[in-house]
């Protein structure tokens, strides 16, 4: 992704084909499984994310304490975060143009873990924004 405007291709692809991104970002965080495991330290991260446009498309995300990745399905699944909005809002809280406690307010980022366990988000947040920054546009 190259600044603005590759950002701008990015949203609009999510617009047209969620999947079409989400998935090879998944597998690409896949390939980051020691940072991941670094970050979470012996612990899981279970996160949903509610895409909003014509659709809504919700993926349900495990982070495990080894750094796999995972989609699971709804049945039992439990979120630490759920992040619900249009793609320019949830990229925009990954990337930091929208801060948390706006994203919380306005009902973008839903915490569910206890206060002690925050410190973990932040760093997560910004490996996922590393990835995200390193994804191609068309």
Excluded: K, W
């Amino acid at each position: 992704m190259q600044g603005d405007s590759g950002l701008r291709l990015l949203i609009e692809e999510v617009r047209q084909a969620p999947n079409a991104v989400v998935l090879p970002f998944l597998a690409a965080l896949r390939a980051r499984r020691d940072d991941i495991a670094a970050l979470l330290g012996g612990r899981s991260l279970r996160v949903e994310v509610v895409l909003v446009g014509e659709r809504r498309h919700t993926y349900r995300i495990v982070f495990t304490p080894s750094g796999h990745v995972e989609l699971t399905g709804a049945y039992g699944f439990d979120p630490h975060l759920r992040f619900e909005g249009t793609a320019d809002r949830l990229f925009g809280l990954l990337l930091g143009t929208l801060d948390t406690f706006s994203a919380v307010y306005d009902e973008v980022l839903t915490l569910y873990f206890p206060p002690d366990e925050l410190i973990h988000y932040p760093r997560i947040r910004r490996l996922l924004a590393q990835q995200l920054e390193a994804c191609p546009s068309r």
